[in-house]
C-alpha cells in the first residue's frame, strides 16, 4: 500500500464528521459495519496473495497475515478504521531482506522471513511499552514519499517482468531494466496481454466504489482459468494454496543468523510504523478521533508476532485499505472482524478455486494497488517551498539505484547526516532593539533595530550541543571583537537551548573567561528551567549564578539601566 505520508487530505470537516457519526444508532453502526467487512474482503483476499509474490514467500503468507492482522488489531488496537494486513513497501522490505540474507536457498528464505516479521513485532511492542510513538521521526517525510516513489516504480517494472517471465537477477534497476530488455526476444507476450487487461479492467472498476474491482478481476481469471488451459499459452497459475502445514513456532536460526535478522527487522519496522500511523493519525483528523500511538504501536507489534510466530508475512495499517474500509461505511474496528470471518469463509470453501487464480491477474492488482503512489505532485511542494529537493530526490534515487532495503537505509542515514549537519553549523545572529517595544530582533533582518552601546546581543539561532557549540562561540568571539572597546556587557541568549550537555558547559566557561579576561561582563539569559539548574551546579568564578537569567533579553537590558 501507499505509505501514509502520501495520502491525500480530506475535505471532511471533523465536526461534520462526528455529527454524521453521532446521529447513528446502535444497530445501524452494526450494519454498517457488517457492509463495510465484506466490501474490503474483496480487496483485501486478492491482495493478500499477490503481496505474498511481491515478498517472494508462498500464497498462504499473505492469508495468514492477512487473518492475523484483522483479528489482532481488533483487539488490541485503537483506531477504527485501520485495516491491518500485507502492504506493498512492506513485502518489498521484506523481500529484499531475505533475498540478501538467504540467496536461492527458499527454505532459509522463509526461516528468515518469519524470523525478521517475529522480531519486527517484538521490537514495536517494546517501543510501545517504553513509549516510544515517536519512533516513525526517523525518518522524515521527503524520505518517505522518495521512497514510495521509487519503491513504486521497482515493484510496477518487477511484476511486469514477472508476468513476461523474465526474471533478472539484480536488484538495482538500472541492471534490473538492462536484463530486462535484453531479454525481450523471451517476453511471454500472451502473459502480457492478459495481465494488461486485467490492469485496464481494475481501474475501469476503480470508479465504482461500492464493487471490489480486485476480486471481480480474480473471479473473471478464475473462470478463464477453468474455460480454457492458460497453461498452453503459457500464463501461469498461483498454484497449491496450503494452510493444512501451517506450523507455529520460531525459526530454527543460529545466533549469527538472529543478529542479522534484528538488524533487517529495524529497518522493517520503521517502515511498518511509518505507513502504519501516518494512515491511523489521517483518518484520526478526518474524524477528531483521538490517536494513541504507543498503544497502536504494542498493537501492530502483537499482529506481527502472531503473524511471525505462524510464518506469515509482515503487517500494517497502509493507506489503501484503511480508506477502502472509511469509504464501505465502517464505524469501528468491527468491521475488520467480520472482513476477517468472511475471508476465512471463502478460503474455507473456495481454496482449490483460489489456486487457480492466474499470475498474470495478481500482478495487475499489485500494479493497480501501488500505481496510485507514482505522482509527480507529490515532489511538487518541495520546490515550492525550496525546501528538502535534495532529500527527496536522493531517496527516490537510492531506491532506483541500490535497491529497497539499501535505498531505505541510505535515504535515512542522507536524511540525519543532513540534520546533523544543519545543527552543526548553525547561524549566530545579533539582536537589536525594535523601537521603543520590548522586542529584540535579528539586526540583519531588521536594519531599523538599534543596538545598545557598550552591549552586544547575540542569540544561536538552533539548540547549543557538543556538536556546534564551539563553532557558535567562535562566531560570539568575531562578533564581540568587532563590537569594538566600549563594550562592556555580551548577553547571551540561549532561548533555543532545551538542554544542555558537558561538553557546552566546559565551552561556555572557557569563553566566559575570555570574555572576563577582557574586562567585560557575560550574561546567559532566557535560559530553561533544565539548562539553568544544570549551570546552577556548574557556576564557577567567571560563570557565576548571578550571570544566569530566565528573564527576558528585555529584562536583563533593563536591570543594566541601558533601556
Known amino acids: 500500500m501507499c505509505p501514509a505520508s502520501d495520502a491525500p487530505g480530506s475535505s471532511t470537516p471533523p465536526d461534520s464528521a462526528r455529527a454524521n457519526d453521532a446521529a447513528l444508532t446502535r444497530s445501524q453502526r452494526l450494519g454498517r459495519d457488517a457492509v463495510a467487512g465484506c466490501s474490503i474482503a474483496g ?62 536457498n527458499a527454505a532459509l528464505r522463509l526461516a528468515f522471513a518469519a524470523g525478521i516479521v517475529t522480531l519486527a513485532g517484538v521490537f514495536m511492542v517494546l517501543a510501545g511499552i517504553a513509549r516510544l510513538g515517536g519512533i516513525t521521526d526517523f525518518i522524515a517525510k521527503p524520505v518517505l514519499r522518495g521512497f514510495t516513489f521509487g519503491l513504486a516504480a521497482t515493484i510496477i517494472l518487477k511484476q511486469i517482468a514477472g508476468v513476461a517471465g523474465i526474471h533478472p537477477t539484480h536488484s538495482d534497476l538500472p541492471r534490473f531494466a538492462y536484463q530486462f530488455l535484453h531479454e525481450s526476444a523471451a517476453w511471454n507476450l500472451n502473459a502480457l496481454a492478459a495481465g494488461l487487461a486485467a490492469l485496464a479492467l481494475l481501474f475501469a472498476l476503480a470508479r465504482l466504489r461500492r464493487v471490489p474491482g480486485p476480486l471481480v478481476v480474480i473471479v473473471l481469471g478464475i473462470a478463464a482459468a477453468y474455460a480454457t488451459d492458460l497453461t498452453h499459452y503459457g500464463i501461469a497459475e498461483v498454484g497449491t494454496i496450503d494452510l493444512a502445514d501451517v506450523t507455529i513456532g520460531l525459526p530454527d536460526l543460529q545466533r549469527v543468523q538472529w543478529l542479522r535478522v534484528g538488524e533487517l527487522a529495524f529497518a522493517l519496522v520503521l517502515i511498518l510504523y511509518a505507513e502504519s500511523y501516518g494512515s491511523i493519525r489521517s483518518f484520526a483528523l478526518k474524524y477528531g478521533d483521538v490517536t494513541s500511538p504507543n498503544r497502536d504501536l504494542v498493537a501492530l507489534g502483537l499482529a506481527n508476532i502472531g503473524s511471525g510466530l505462524l510464518h506469515g508475512m509482515a503487517v500494517g495499517a497502509g493507506y489503501s485499505a484503511t480508506s477502502a474500509n472509511e469509504a464501505a461505511g465502517a464505524q469501528s474496528r468491527l468491521a475488520g472482524w467480520c472482513a476477517a470471518a468472511v475471508i476465512a469463509l471463502i478460503v474455507a470453501a473456495l481454496l482449490p478455486q483460489l489456486a487457480r487464480t492466474p499470475e498474470p491477474v495478481l500482478a495487475a492488482i499489485v500494479i493497480h494497488a501501488v500505481s ?159 539548562v539553568l539548574a544544570v549551570l546552577t551546579r556548574a557556576a564557577s568564578e567567571t560563570l557565576p549564578r548571578e550571570s544566569l537569567h530566565e528573564l527576558s533579553v528585555d529584562e536583563c537590558v533593563r536591570s543594566l539601566g541601558q533601556a
Open 43 to 104: 480487496l483485501l483476499l486478492p491482495e493478500a496473495v499477490a503481496y505474498a509474490g511481491i515478498a517472494n514467500l508462498p500464497a498462504q503468507a499473505g492469508l495468514v497475515g492477512l487473518l492475523v492482522g484483522l483479528v489482532i488489531y481488533g483487539i488490541a488496537g485503537a483506531s477504527r478504521f485501520a485495516v491491518v494486513s500485507a502492504t506493498s513497501s512492506s513485502a518489498a522490505v521484506l523481500a529484499a531482506a531475505t533475498l540478501s540474507t538467504s540467496g536461492a
Open 372 to 530: 496510485h503512489t507514482l505522482r509527480i505532485d507529490a515532489f511538487r511542494p518541495y520546490w515550492t517551498w525550496r525546501r528538502d529537493r535534495l532529500l527527496v530526490v536522493a531517496a527516490c534515487v537510492a531506491v532506483l539505484l541500490l535497491g529497497v532495503l539499501d535505498g531505505l537505509l541510505v535515504a535515512i542515514g542522507i536524511s540525519l547526516m543532513l540534520t546533523l549537519r544543519s545543527f552543526s553549523e548553525p547561524r549566530v545572529s545579533e539582536l537589536g532593539r525594535l523601537g521603543s517595544s520590548h522586542d529584540y530582533v535579528d539586526i540583519a533582518a531588521h536594519p531599523e533595530a538599534r543596538t545598545l552601546p557598550g552591549v552586544l546581543i547575540v542569540r544561536p539561532e538552533a539548540p547549543m550541543f557538543f556538536a556546534n557549540a564551539e563553532r557558535m562561540l567562535a562566531t560570539a568571539r568575531h562578533l564581540r571583537e568587532a563590537a569594538g572597546p566600549g563594550l562592556h556587557t555580551l548577553v547571551f541568549s540561549l532561548e533555543e537551548t532545551p538542554d544542555i550537555d558537558g561538553s557546552t558547559i566546559e565551552a561556555l566557561h572557557t569563553f566566559a573567561s575570555e570574555v572576563a579576561a577582557k574586562g567585560q561582563r557575560l550574561l546567559l539569559v532566557r535560559l530553561k528551567p533544565p
